[in-house]
């Protein structure tokens, strides 16, 4: 098999990725710092009771910077307070919010 015929499956998934992502581009994102999330354990709390509210697409979590990242459906938006609910509910600190209706509620590092 010659080097293209192998980078060609490789550049179809690469463009197949963009597509979706450039779908997902108009849909607002939400980015919440939160205190004491530090396994996956902590990962998956969080995420099921994001996921589980109404206008949100998707959530992305990364621990080592204590970031969730939420992606609301197109056209939807969500309510900062709820986002921080949720997250509150699942047993965590939220130290900040950033989004399309919410430009910070809190400074890393700083309660809120």
Wanted: aromatic residues 4%; hydrophobic residues 40%; proline residues 7%.
């Amino acid at each position: 098999m010659t080097f293209s015929q192998r980078l060609l499956p490789l550049v179809a998934l690469v463009l197949a990725s963009l597509s979706q992502g450039l779908a997902l581009a108009g849909s607002p994102l939400y980015r919440i710092s939160v205190n004491g999330m530090v396994c996956s354990f902590c990962a998956q709390g969080i995420e099921k009771r994001l996921k589980a509210l109404p206008g949100t697409e998707s959530v992305h979590i990364d621990l080592s910077k204590g970031m969730v990242v939420i992606t609301a459906r197109p056209g939807a938006t969500l309510d900062p307070a709820t986002l921080k609910k949720a997250v509150r509910d699942a047993g965590y600190e939220v130290r900040g919010i950033e989004g399309p209706s919410a430009t910070s509620t809190g400074a890393p590092g700083t309660p809120n």
